[in-house]
């Protein structure tokens, strides 16, 4: 995605300020103008996707200009710079039907981050004028969990968030593995804050105050990353957590939780705040075992009907299949994920998640179905009809037979 600038300001020291601070490969400036008639003929000759513009007290040719861009070119999104905010000026913004104004930034990555942010959600906005969709206005937490370290959700978390944000999702992106979480890592992102200073510095926060602490990626994903030091997560409670995510779910269409591989009270809290659980397993036997317990602990917390099991790396070996996943823990598979270890360790490394990098590849479709899925509404089974069905698992004796017999075969392997 190559977001298109031009810059305009009647003074040639803005607009070399402006142009040196921006150093993002996904932003290309097409060139700059002094204002006018000429800014104007070079709108209509290049077409750009973001026109920025250096407004000072009283400017009125530029709040002129402004307003029949705005009027007369609605594709093109205005972005409003000022040396410092007063009242005056944002007023005379909103009179002409700027919303997109701010100070002039400090640094190229908060600037950089600002025009993807504005250029996702003001194309979001003509989309859906233009589109017939049916508006999901209630909001959907997905947590993803599982039993043990290794088990690949922070790689479906970051792919799945940035599929729902390429469906023109409104996505926020939270990374509650507080000591060691590295969403960051996966989306390639250098956080200027996380969730420990926004816990620490806002005291009654607000969906504004939320995003400001957060990080844009080029989908249009929304990161709170994880504190940048483990001492940092006993700051974190439960309760804000909690305000939180209450607080994210009144913006965003979907938000998609990363958590650590145990159950905490943060943990617990995000899970039970969830409409939908992806339970993570895999196939070897100790993590079928951590995911029997783990179940059995999610059903006396009554959060059952939430859950839905997902095999990751499913390839079936000799010793244990997909099926039998299913059988031993007692619970159905409702969605598969293959392995490919190339794909998804090379998307780790370049820090761009498969589902952009490999979109033809069988890891990013296992993706892209479930977002589908999500985004349908229809990932609902008849949970309670499985749950009360004779199942073998570990908890029968033809259960521990068969655990007996897996780990036998473990042990030849």
């Known amino acids: 995605m190559k977001i298109n600038v031009l810059v305009i300001s009647k003074l040639q020291k803005n607009l070399e300020a402006m142009k040196n601070m921006i150093d993002d490969e996904e932003i290309v400036v097409l060139g700059d103008s002094s204002g006018g008639a000429q800014a104007l003929e070079k709108i209509e000759n290049v077409s750009p996707d973001i026109v920025l513009l250096f407004l000072g007290s009283g ?33 005379s913004a909103i009179k002409v039907g700027a919303h997109n104004v701010i100070e002039f930034p400090t640094s190229p990555k908060e600037f950089s981050e600002y025009i993807k942010s504005v250029y996702h959600n003001e194309t979001i906005r003509i989309q859906s004028l233009t589109e017939k969709k049916n508006i999901a206005w209630m909001s959907r937490v997905i947590t993803v969990f599982g039993a043990k370290g290794g088990l690949g959700k922070t790689t479906i978390a970051t792919n799945l968030a940035v599929k729902l944000a390429e469906n023109h999702k409104k996505v926020a992106l939270v990374d509650l593995d507080l000591q060691f979480g590295d969403v960051h890592i996966f989306l390639d992102m250098e956080p200027a804050d996380t969730i420990s200073e926004f816990v620490q510095q806002v005291h ?44 994210l779910r009144t913006y965003y269409d979907y938000v998609i939780i990363d958590t650590p591989p145990f159950f905490s009270d943060i943990t617990i809290t995000a899970i039970e705040s969830s409409s939908t659980l ?17 179940l059995s602990l999610l059903d006396s917390l009554q959060q059952r009907d939430k859950i839905r099991l997902i095999v990751n790396r499913a390839v079936d070996m000799s010793s244990i299949t997909v099926q039998d996943v299913q059988t031993i823990i007692g619970c159905p598979i409702w969605a598969k994920i293959p392995s490919d270890y190339n794909i998804a360790v090379t998307a780790l490394n370049r820090g761009i998640p498969f589902v952009i990098s490999a979109r033809g590849s069988k890891l990013s479709q296992s993706i892209s179905t479930v977002a589908d899925v999500l985004i349908s509404g229809t990932d609902d089974f008849n949970i309670q009809y499985n749950s009360n069905k004779k199942i073998k698992g570990f908890g029968h004796k033809n259960g521990r037979k068969n655990f007996s017999l897996f780990k036998k075969r473990k042990e030849r392997y």
């Open 59 to 91: 400017d009125t040719d530029v709040l002129s200009l402004t307003e029949r861009i705005i009027l007369h070119r609605p594709r093109t999104h205005v972005i409003l710079l000022t040396e410092y905010m007063d009242i005056e000026i944002l007023q």
């Open 204 to 247: 009654t926060p607000n969906i504004d105050s939320v995003r400001s602490y957060m990080t844009v990626h080029s989908s249009g994903v929304h990161v709170l990353c994880a504190p940048k030091s483990p001492e940092y997560a006993e700051l974190i409670s439960a309760e804000k957590v909690q305000n939180l995510l209450s607080i």
């Open 278 to 294: 992806l339970f993570v397993t895999g196939l070897d036997i100790s993590i079928l075992k951590n995911s029997k317990l783990s």
